[in-house]
Structures are given as structure tokens and as C-alpha cells.
């Protein structure tokens, strides 16, 4: 799908769907408990309709009622022989259902598409073999067989946050203790956290010290009702495109959440911008924009809208711990680079790192960008879109769907033009 972005005032309102991590984890959990939950506030993407998918696979009964989804746990006693999970190209359902599959004893084939399994997993590779149980990886497919046990884990806290969460959903139902052991640097440490919100949710108890997590065994998820928070790694979308131009209300967006890409508010006040918060009301309004240094550290998928506010920001933004930005659904360091520098963004990169000197105004004429596939790399770029003072032409905008598919609804509902074409 190519779409045209024309240059745009929004104003208005705009409700920002359910976090696609908190509906994740919902689910598991939901899928992991005895007896029936009703989950509701959950927004269908790809992504999700993913998980919900591999669940079934793996036993659970899950059914959309209305705006809810009604899940009857499963006890993981799968009676098929080749259980197939299909992650379209969601890694949180590939890296958090690979530990939760092995405990059907089962051989469970896992596929996805895009770039899914180039994506790492050695450290699941790493944990198999340890434990001498299958681990298969082909280009197109990971198959396993056999069961993770009770263990010390010694995780890297580098690589991605996913595979913690992955053991965290598993070894509460594991007959003895684990530990987890997470090595320094820990980033993405915020979705950790989430997981473990979520598990106390559902009855599962895990204690911390430092970085190391114990997980009693023998535990059972209880059924629980919950309804999923709006997410703060879409509603930076919309704060980056008031910062830059305008004013808009941002709803559904809880103020005591957990998520850590809540950090956006601290960075759009720190460029300059103004926040203020009303229950679950976020109004965001334009001010003279200033440059900054940005940790990604803890939110990574900030990373792409950020680029876009620093390519208007005067003066030189630099961003630290970039590298998981480049073993995302597209290397969104290149990405960006690749298309701001379209709109003569002058942005250069380094392994870890991003450099953007921002100026006012950009007034190239028919640029037509490329989505690389990537959800966030088509949002941010049609932000950038409306903030441009000629039209563009975003090609393969339907990555979209992975996480947020009424996105350019949306923009049209703050009277952003946008159309197909
Ligand atoms: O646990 C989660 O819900 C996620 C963790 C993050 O990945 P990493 O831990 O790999 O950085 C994030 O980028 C991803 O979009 C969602
Ligand atoms: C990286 C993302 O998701 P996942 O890792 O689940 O594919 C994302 O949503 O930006």
C-alpha cells in the first residue's frame, strides 16, 4: 500500500489503542491459568493476532466476544504430534512462546516472516543445548522438543528483555525453584518489569533481588479479568507531532502505567514542548524545540519518532545505546538514515549511537519513502510527513498493521491528510 502524505495542522483528540506488550502478556498469562479470563481493551494487529494464534496451538481456548477475548487456559498437555505456532513477525510472541512451548514435551515447529528469525535467538540456542533438549534453526523455521528445567540461568541483559520474559512466563510452572541471573548491561529492564506486573496479576509470584530473579515452582496461573492500558510507544506518535507543530489530546493513556516508553513525556518536555496531564488525558502543545541527549537504553522503540523531533530540534541530538534498533523488524538505525537523509535530514550513525543536527523546516519536493517493512519506520515518516512542507509518498505503509492498523484513521480524525494511492 503507497500512501501520500500531504503537509497537515492537526488538532483535536485522538484515543491511543491498547499496549501491544501489556495484550501480549495478557494473554500468556490468561492462556497459562486455569479457568476462564475476560480480557478486555485489547486492540487486533498482527502481532497479537500472533500470540492469540500460537496460544490456541498450544491448547487454549480463545474467543472474541464483542470487544472482549474470552480465554479458557490450557494445562499445556497438547495431544497433537508437530504443534505449528505461526509468529507472523512478532518477536515478543516468538521469544516469550518458545520456553512456554517447551513444556508440552511436544515437537513444536515455530515459523514467522519478514525478517523474524534472522532476528537472535542464540541465547534460547544456548539454553537447549545446555539442557541437551532440540533446538533446530533454519532459515524459515525453529523446531524444539523437550522440556526446560529447573535451572540458574545466566541471561545477557543486552540483547533483547524478550527472552527474560519468555522464562519468567515458564519456570513459576516448573515442579522446583530457578533462578534468573541478568548480566550487565541490563537494557529494556522496563518490560521485564511489565512481565512481572503482569504475572502478579495472574497469582504468579517472583522475587528480585538486584538482578537476579527467584521463581518458586509448582505455582498456577489464577484466571483473572483485565482490561489492557493504552500504549505509550503509539501515543509517542502523536506527542512527537504536537511537539512539532500544534496541539492535540491524547486519551486512554493511564498516568501510573509501567511501560517505559512512558519515557516519551520526559523527552518532549526536555526538547521544550508542553505536557499536561488530566486523568487519562495527555495534551501535548507545540514550543520552540531544543536538541538533547536520548538513552535508548530502556525504550528502543521510541527510537524512530525520536529521530523524526530531533531532525527539527536545533542543534546536534545524540542518541546512546542505539544498537538494538538494528535487529528490529527492519535495521531501524539505517532506516531512518536512509530516509530522513530523503528529506536532506543531516544524520549520521555509529554501531551504538545516532546523530542528528535538526533545523526548522525541510522543503524537498516528491520524496517518496520507503517503509523497510517496519511499523514504526512508516508512523515516524509520515509524522515527518505532515510536518514537511511539500507532500511525500510513503511505499509499503501497510506495515502498519503489525501493531497499529487504524494508524492513518487516526491522523485522519486530527485532520491529518493522508490518502491511498
Ligand atoms: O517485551 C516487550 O514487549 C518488548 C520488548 C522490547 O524488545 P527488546 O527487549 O528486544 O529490546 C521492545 O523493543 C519490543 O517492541 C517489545
Ligand atoms: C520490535 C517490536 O516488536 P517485536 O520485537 O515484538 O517484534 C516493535 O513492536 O517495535
Redesign the pocket.
Known sequence: MKVKIYPSKVYGTVTIPSS??MA??ALICASLAKGCSTLSGIMPSKDIEATISCMQALGAKIEKVEDNYIVHGTNLQVQVQNILCDCHES??TL??LIPVASLTNQKVTFIGQGRLMKRPMDIYQTLFDQQNLSFIQEEDHIEIKGALKENHYTIPGN????FI?GLLFTLPLLPKESTITIQEPF??KS??D??LQMLKNFGITIHQKGNTYSIPGSQHYQAKDVHVEGDY?QMAFFGALASLQSELTITNMDPDSMQGDKAILQQLQNAGAKVSIKNDQITVTHQLLQAQTIDLANC??LGPILCVLASFCKGYTHFIHAK?LR??ESDRIEAMESELKKWGVDISSTEDTITIYGKEAYDRKDVIIDGHNDHRIVMAMSVFGLCAKHPSVIQGAEAITKSYPTFFDDILKIHGKVETV
Open positions: 501491544k506488550s501480549h502478556r518477536g515478543s521469544r516469550f540483547v533483547s528483555s524478550q520474559s537494557e529494556s518490560y521485564v511489565l512481565t510507544s528502543p522503540d538494538r535487529i528490529k
